[in-house]
């Protein structure tokens, strides 16, 4: 079953502790996204990554970083430097090159207490 | 610098009445792709449509219509007899030369039985 499979739903976090959010895909696409969305707002691109071992900063990079060690997958991990963590985090991915339109997950949730 | 706006913040319509979301973009591209996407209250994105930017002719795709205006810069999006299964957030968005896909701030419909 193809998609874009993101885990967990929702998850809690204390202050101050590192969180690793997870995005696998086996659509074969080689490019992935991170998206953030907080409410009444767009979504705001966090980092992406066009080919494995190669990735970009998006518009609101800070306390935020990433890997893409295979194809499939495209974690991002969300640091005690980022001062306002509490968001909706989307995934998605797409095929290289421009002006593509890209698939998403069904996101990750996370509360820091 | 490219932008999309959504000034329709939230919108709600009673079952069957047709209904208009707007959407205007700024971008100094030549070649630009729009799109539009629905999220349910599940969360996930769902893509509804991609339209380049020499193409301003409107698509009808069963209840669901464009009207893509370069003259206005406008790309909205018209449901037809609306079914309260049309209740989400829809959001606008714009690809240009450097694959920066910008979203804007949705808007919620809320159709009622």
């Known amino acids: 079953d193809g998609g874009i499979t993101q885990s967990p739903k929702y998850l809690f976090r204390k202050e101050g502790q590192n969180v690793t959010l997870s995005c696998e895909q086996n659509?074969?696409?080689?490019?992935m996204y991170w998206y953030r969305q907080d409410p009444g707002q767009g979504l705001r691109l966090i980092y992406y990554?066009?080919?494995?071992?190669?990735?970009q900063k998006g518009d609101i990079a800070e306390g935020y970083s990433v890997s893409r060690e295979k194809k499939e997958s495209f974690p991002l991990t969300v640091t005690s430097a980022q001062k306002n963590p509490t968001a909706f985090y989307l995934c998605a991915t797409g095929l290289a090159g421009d002006y593509n339109e890209q698939f998403f997950g069904p996101g990750t949730r996370l509360t820091v207490l | 610098a490219q932008k999309v706006t959504q000034a329709q913040t939230e919108i709600s319509v009673v079952e069957k009445e047709d209904v208009t979301l707007d959407c205007v973009y700024e971008t100094r591209d030549t070649t630009y792709y729009l799109f539009w996407y629905k999220q349910p209250p599940s969360g996930e994105l769902v893509f509804l449509i991609r339209?380049?930017?020499?193409?301003?002719q409107n698509e009808i795709s069963g209840r669901y219509s464009w009207n893509f205006q370069k003259s206005t810069s406008s790309f909205n999006f018209t449901i037809t007899a609306s079914q309260v299964v049309d209740s989400a957030v829809y959001f606008c968005a714009l690809s240009g030369d450097n694959n920066d896909m910008r979203f804007g701030a949705g808007t919620r419909l809320t159709v009622k039985p």
């Open positions: 990554s066009q080919i494995v071992n190669d990735f």
């Open positions: 659509l074969n696409h080689d490019a």
């Open positions: 339209r380049n930017s020499f193409d301003e």
